[in-house]
Each structure stands twice: as C-alpha cells, then as structure tokens.
C-alpha cells in the first residue's frame, strides 16, 4: 500500500540544549507545519550520547510531561516533593496544569531516551500539577510485535496515566517478521524509531525522522529484518490553538509573559524543588516580536 499524500515524514533537527556539556537532542515535532499530533507538542530524542543528564530547577504550564528511559536511569525532583529514580519500561508523567518545577538529573553515562509533551485542554490546563510513576504498565505480543502501552488505549489495553484528552502513546518493539497494529480511525499519528529499521507500509524508517500518518487508518503494516523498537504517538487532532515558548504553554503571548516573570520572581505558582542549593535555569529573554499560536497548514516542500 502506497502512503497517501497527506502523510508524511517530519525530518529531525539537532537542538542544543546548552549547558556545559552540550546536550544535542533530534527534534520532530513540532513541525513548522504541524505544532501537535493528538495532543502530543513536543518530541525530543536524546542519545545514545555517553553523557550523563543534568536539567537543573525549571518550570512548566498547561502541558504533561512523558519521560521514557531507553538505557539509564533519571533521577526526577519536584516542587511538589516527590523524589525518584525513572528507569527503562517505566514511566513518569508530570502534569504542569497552572505550575510546576522540577529537575532531571543522571549519573548514567549512557544516556539514551525519550522525553515528550502532551500539551493540556482548556478544562485543565490551568488545574492542580500532579505527578504520577508507573512502573507496570500494560504489555501485548503478537507474533513478531510486541509493546507497552505508556499512555492511552492502544489494542484494547488501557495505560493507568491519567490523561486529558483521547490520545495513545506506546512503545513498540519488532523482531524479523511481519504484522499489522490496529489503530483508531479518529487518531492521526506519529512513528519514531530509535533503534534499528523498519518498514511501515513499505516505507523504510530509521531512526530520525517522525513518520506522521494522518486520521482515518484503521491499521499499519510493520516489517523488520533485524530487532527494532520505536514509539508510535497518537491522538484526536487537539483543534485548540496553543502557544508554546521555552517551558511554558499557553493560549496568548500575554499568558507566557506572566508566566515568565513568575518563574524569575521566584514565586508562589512554580514553589521550590529541594536539594540543588537554590540553583535553577532562567528564563531566556522573551523575543521582540508578540509570540503566535502555532497553527496546522497544509505541508510545504522542505
Ligand atoms: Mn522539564
């Protein structure tokens, strides 16, 4: 089957994330032309690098954070008080709602993983942050494919994270053979790999690109000659219009300005994640142009 003209491979793009270290991470989403898939904004990929992971204190609004692991542990702190070590197959899922701050740190010297955004509703994006671990989440196998389903529904199982709005997201891992992954019509989504090579639908896919597969696919065809794991995101395209700048997600350029100048002034919305001495990550200067929503278009030539 020959992939309609309305899907699409979003390439990757190097980000530094500053720091003394340099951590560069691939980037696929948002896209100039698409800011979210389901309500999934944010697709960063790190490693497999050798380097080990330090984001000091920072905050986040109106989204949840998805941290996956692939090699090496991480070690999450936040305002709220919890303390933890995430390691691969487990999940943690921050939910930002009205403020959050917390920090992600790894003596792991191999550090490989995912770490992803799911942008929040008007109904809760300004709600109570939470934080949630799952380290037992649901798994299938079927045949050559098996999977563990991080978030949402995904062939008839159902992740215990709570979300917001209907979206999937599950890692998926192949061994040489073929099979096909039932999907739900009304999502569009998005296939990344990041271990290996895969071919879907009779496109093959490494690891760099995200593959995005508009709604109305009832299943994909995978086929691999050797191992392979990706994640496969999803969801009902999230028809809300978000602005999304450095940490923070909002509706207005007015939004992320208070959001802004709460973080610096150090105050009562963000609160105060322990055990880094008063160390944190400042804001970066706000743009000199008024920051816009990020809207869907119809795919440009890149
Ligand atoms: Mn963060």
């Not at 980000?15 to 999934?40: M, Q, S």
């Not at 949402?152 to 999937?168: D, K, Q, Y």
């Amino acid at each position: 089957m020959s992939i309609p003209v309305s899907d699409r491979l979003l390439p990757a793009r190097d980000v530094p994330l500053g720091g003394v270290r340099g951590v560069t991470v691939e980037r696929t989403l948002p896209h100039r032309d698409l800011p979210t898939i389901g309500a999934w904004c944010f697709v960063d990929h790190f490693g497999p690098n050798g380097m080990a992971m330090k984001v000091l204190p920072h905050p986040h609004t109106g989204l949840q954070t998805v941290t996956w692991p692939l090699v090496g542990q991480i070690r999450h702190r936040d305002s709220l008080g919890n303390d933890l070590l995430v390691k691969p197959g487990e999940l943690n899922l921050m939910t930002a709602g009205h403020g959050i701050a917390h920090s992600e740190l790894s003596d792991d010297p191999v550090q490989h993983g995912l770490q992803l955004w799911v942008a929040l509703p008007a109904a809760t994006r300004d709600g109570a942050p939470a934080f949630e671990h799952h380290g037992d989440l649901p798994t299938f196998e079927d045949g050559p494919l098996s999977g563990t389903v991080m978030v949402g529904e995904l062939v008839g199982l159902r992740s215990p994270a709570t979300i917001h709005s209907p979206l999937v997201g599950a890692e998926l891992r192949m061994r040489p053979g073929s099979a096909t992954l039932a999907l739900d019509p009304a999502y569009e989504h998005g296939l990344l790999v990041f271990d290996g090579e895969v071919e879907v639908d009779g496109t093959m896919l490494e690891q760099g690109p995200l593959l995005y597969l508009a709604p109305g696919r009832e299943s994909f065809d995978l086929r691999a000659d050797a191992t392979a794991r990706m994640i496969v995101i999803g969801g009902e395209p999230f028809e809300e219009e978000i602005v999304m700048w450095w940490n923070f997600i909002g509706r207005s350029n007015d939004e992320i300005v208070k959001f802004r100048t709460d973080w610096e002034a150090r105050g009562e919305r963000f609160g105060h994640v322990e055990g880094h001495g008063g160390a944190f990550i400042p804001a970066p200067p706000l743009p000199n142009a008024t920051l816009l929503p990020r809207r869907r278009r119809p795919f440009t030539k890149d």
